[in-house]
């Protein structure tokens, strides 16, 4: 097999291919994953320019003598363009806006001088330089594309000099970036094009401007796209996927046997796949990262929430508790007997008042139990006794709306039930409430019995409960409503309909209290009309 080795030809074109890769792959994501804004524009029509100014350079620097001084001509023609976007990106990026006498000016003012440059009054003919290769003579009309070329170029960087010294922070950084990418490229412009050049004449430097121009290219890329992109690690992924698989295509231009080529082939589907799966699971990653953070985030929020609520409610219901028991002083007369009027007014306030530290309270309740603060202070309990007491408490509130509250104590014993009587009395006092409150004519049942020994899945043992029963004759429960119902904030319409100061916590402070003694409360329901059943059962231990 012979040997294979890359001459300068081969290696300038291998190199300019990468280089239009690089320019198509930025343009592509910065197309895919930035915003549309102005600067963003403008570098696109950058990009634009300046890979139509590299493939005319590198045509120019190829063609025959017939068009060499033509081509030429041409690539000055783009190097105007290209050097007028390259101040008007930086421009824009700085003032993020442009009048339009002043953009009317300057492209009128690059269009006469890319006209120029197509003139003999730039580059007059051809002749041989001191590399004895034939290449354009400049004329003294390439001062005036001179000029021009060097205002663009030091007026941007005047602007990022400027921006860089008076900015704080990331976009302190970020000026800087760009300021070393222009710093780079144009140096190296400046070195070999100009100075190298002059001195020796070799078109080889020239020949590689393509790549003096990247290190801007790159920095500009990356600021743009930093703002706007979930994770850089994705953005070189799918850069480097775009370049590779460049590279591939062109290798295969260079096979010279059948062997070589079905290689390269393979090498380029397999490359396809590999780079596929690469951005892919790059994607996964930084998606599953954004979600942990926004989780971490929003952890952080619901304690700063929770912690608000647990300070507001206790700020809250000093100053209430204090007002309880100045009106109800006022209504028994230590300030002097009130008038009749003034009495069904002091029994508003103090309603009002109670239902004030009710609320407070559920706060509390509700910023306790997201906190992990259930506490439990066990006693054991004869449910009968339990249950009728708390029956007889909400009784006159039912008799008030005209309902049958029916208690159907069980004949037989129960055994005891180790609860919290505090948090079990809160959860029946809440769903006979809702029950009496959203039943508008009718019953309410309650009931209690020994739950019939059940297997628990993945236990060998079995287990015994209490169950009690509140059932009403009101609206009742559409399926939604049945799921949401011990959600926190959440009320059905039905409910918004009958009392609209209600807030929807009731509820879920009972299922947080029964879940905390080791089982569960739920809700049933035939439909809307048809009433509906609150069970909740306690463990036997």
């Known amino acids: ?176 970036y760009l300021a070393i990418g222009m710093t780079l490229t144009y140096s190296l412009v400046m070195f070999f094009d100009v100075l190298y050049y002059n001195t020796t004449g070799n078109l080889n430097v020239i020949r590689l401007n393509h790549l003096y121009v990247l290190p801007f290219l790159l920095s ?11 994770h850089i690690k994705v953005l070189a992924a799918e850069l480097f996927a775009f370049l590779i698989i460049g590279v ?67 700020q809250l219901r000093t100053p209430l508790s204090g007002l309880k028991g100045y009106i109800s002083m006022a209504q028994e007369g230590s300030y002097g007997k009130p008038p009749a009027k003034m009495q069904k007014t002091l029994g508003n306030m103090a309603q009002a008042t109670e239902r004030l530290i009710s609320l407070a309270d559920s706060f509390l309740n509700v910023s306790r139990m997201r906190s992990g603060k259930i506490e439990l202070n066990r006693q054991e309990t004869d449910m009968k006794t339990f249950v009728g007491a708390i029956v007889e408490e909400m009784r006159p509130a039912a008799e008030k709306k005209g309902l049958n509250l029916m208690w159907k104590m069980p004949t037989e014993n129960l055994p ?48 015994r409960e209490v169950l009690i029963s509140v059932a009403d004759t009101g609206k009742g429960l559409t399926k939604e409503e049945i799921k949401d119902i011990f959600t926190s904030f959440k009320r059905g319409k039905t409910a918004q309909a009958l009392w609209t100061e209600g807030v929807g916590l009731s509820l879920y402070i009972a299922k947080q209290l029964v879940e905390a003694h080791g089982d569960r409360i739920w809700a049933e329901s035939k439909g809307p009309g048809r009433g509906s059943t609150f069970y909740i059962n306690l463990p036997l231990v």
């Open 1 to 176: 097999m012979e040997n294979f080795s890359l001459d300068f030809a081969q290696i300038r074109f291998f190199t300019f291919i990468v280089a239009l890769l690089i320019n198509f792959g930025l343009a592509l994501l910065l197309l895919r994953y930035s915003r549309q804004s102005i600067p963003h524009r403008f570098f696109l029509i950058f990009l634009a320019t300046q890979t139509l100014w590299l493939i005319i350079m590198y045509l120019s620097l190829q063609a025959s003598k017939d068009y060499l001084l033509l081509m030429a001509r041409i690539s000055l023609f783009f190097g105007s363009f290209h050097a007028l976007f390259l101040f008007l990106f930086v421009y824009i990026l700085w003032k993020h806006k442009i009048s339009k006498h002043f953009l009317v000016c300057l492209l009128v003012t690059t269009t006469l001088v890319a006209g120029f440059a197509l003139s003999p009054f730039v580059f007059s003919h051809l002749e041989f330089n001191s590399a004895n290769e034939l290449a354009p003579k400049a004329a003294f009309g390439i001062i005036v594309f001179a000029l021009f070329t060097g205002f663009c170029v030091f007026g941007a960087s005047y602007v990022l000099i400027k921006q860089y010294l008076s900015s704080r922070g990331l976009e302190k950084t970020h000026w800087g």
């Open 220 to 230: 500009a890329s990356y600021v743009l796209l930093r703002h706007h992109f979930l």
């Open 248 to 314: 591939s295509i062109v290798q295969l231009t260079f096979v010279r046997t059948v062997t070589e080529l079905l290689f390269s082939a393979t090498l380029f589907i397999l490359l396809v796949i590999f780079s596929m799966l690469l951005i892919r699971s790059m994607n996964k990653e930084v998606q599953h990262r954004a979600q942990e953070a926004a989780y971490e985030e929003l952890q952080k929020l619901d304690e700063a929430k929770s912690e608000f609520i647990t300070i507001a409610s206790h």
């Open 416 to 463: 005891h039930v180790s609860i919290d009587q505090d948090k079990i009395r809160t959860v029946l006092s809440g769903v006979l409430d809702n029950a009496i409150r959203y039943t508008e004519k009718g019953s309410i049942t309650i009931q209690i019995k020994e739950q019939k020994t059940r297997l628990r899945l993945g236990e060998g043992g079995q287990s």
